[in-house]
């Protein structure tokens, strides 16, 4: 059972790490936390350790991402394809789109909702598999396999989508990190287009280090604190200082849009979405308005989850769309999921599900066992009373048994001389019934001869003058419900003065 997700966020200047948990219909926020990457190594080790000691536990999914500059993405038009007829595919087009050779990498690729009909849209993911490798070992040292190891672009479009910071319009979000800017573009509802550029919060500030000869956290402070886009009246050193990395940040954003939609055939960017620590910059949301001549908005992941307590301030949620991203992937389907996992991982994922599920069979299994036993055994004691009863029923019985018997012969016997009486009393009566029914069919110029009565026929012999007379006879006896079948034997010539017969009868 899933206890908890966590969203493991490693960054260039800081670790964001973000629990969820899903609670009915909401996803809740149950803890975060950040800290600093320190310059000295041998430190990382223990604040990594002890970021995740209040995180980790049994039940509980993590999932981590490779950063925007350290990955290949692709996106890709192909015909209408299924799924079997799209993996065959995607191998070649995998060859065709990733800059390295395969056997360097780990990709992955998912179908995305079709901004044409007529096409498949799908954007495919690679990363160096040694890149891949360090990210798992710098975690596994703490116990943690990974549920998923996401792309941070796509982390934090998923994370920007379940908030409801993107709208309907074609819109443009900004990642403002620390060493890079991530951008991604989204049209009709579906992600178009990423690109990772190499400016960012920390160009500004090392351009401040240098310009003014001051300290790196003092030239952070000055960023945070008097900066301001050029122009802006009032902290001209800072924004003269800052100036350079800044038009730089505009002018590659500006090529990209133009690259979009020059080349790439999209629409015009409606809106501009900030995210990312960049976004504390001041006056960079005014700045990037003027430049690109669009609306700048600052992103709110936090906006969709529920938090009883105020875990993360407002000030400091724009640190955390990429870990709220990744925490969410366990939890419920985002729009964009690609996994860049090692597939030994995967298959040992896979068995390990399997496994769970055979144990959790054979325990429902054995806790049916367990209750099909306790029903059978009432049902054993009920028909074990009922034998009982019908036993001391027999027992009783069988004390009267030699009785019965003789009753038994007593009413056979009986019933053998009844049956023999009602026998004789019915031939008694009987034959009177026959004569007398004889007597009334026999037409009176018929003369009877003889006349015997055997064990299942009557024979009947007589004389006529006419042969009719002898068929109407035989007729009448045949209609009779006293007598069976009729059998009539005849004696003399045609033309003859008188006929004899024999008739048979089987009662």
Known sequence: MLRGSVGLD???????????????????????????????????????SNLLRDFKGRGKAFSVAVPGQSAYIRYVDLPPLDTSRLEQMMGYEAKQQIPVPLEEVLWDYQRLPARDPSKTSIVLVAAKSEAIERLLDNIGRFGIEPYAIDYSPLASYNALKFSGSISSETSILIDLGAESTNLSIETRNSLCWTRSIPVGGMSLTRSIEKSLGVTLIEAERLKKEEGGAPGSAGRDRVVEAMAPS??????????????????LGGEAVNRVILSGGGVHIKGISQFLKEELGVSVET????????SPLPIISRDQEAFFHVAIGLALRPLLKCPVEVNLLP??????????????ALVISLILAFLSAITFREFFAQDYRMIRSRIEVIEAGLAEYRRHEPEMKIAAKEKEDTREQVEELARLAAERVFLPNLLLELTTMLPEEIHLRSFSLGEEAINIEGVAPRLPLITDFETRIKASPLFGAVTTELAGKPGAHEFSFTININE
């Open 246 to 263: 800044l038009r730089r940040l505009a002018d590659e954003i500006q090529r990209s849009l133009t690259f979009f939609q020059a080349e």
């Open 10 to 48: 490693i960054g260039a200047n800081a670790i964001k790490i973000v629990e969820l948990r899903k609670v009915g219909e909401k996803v809740q926020l149950i803890k975060a936390g950040m800290v600093g990457i320190p310059d000295d190594s041998s430190r990382q080790k223990d604040i990594l």
């Open 343 to 356: 597939p030994s991982i995967l298959k040992k994922k896979e068995f390990r599900a399997k496994k769970a």
């Open 299 to 306: 992103a709110s992941p936090l906006a969709a989850l529920y």
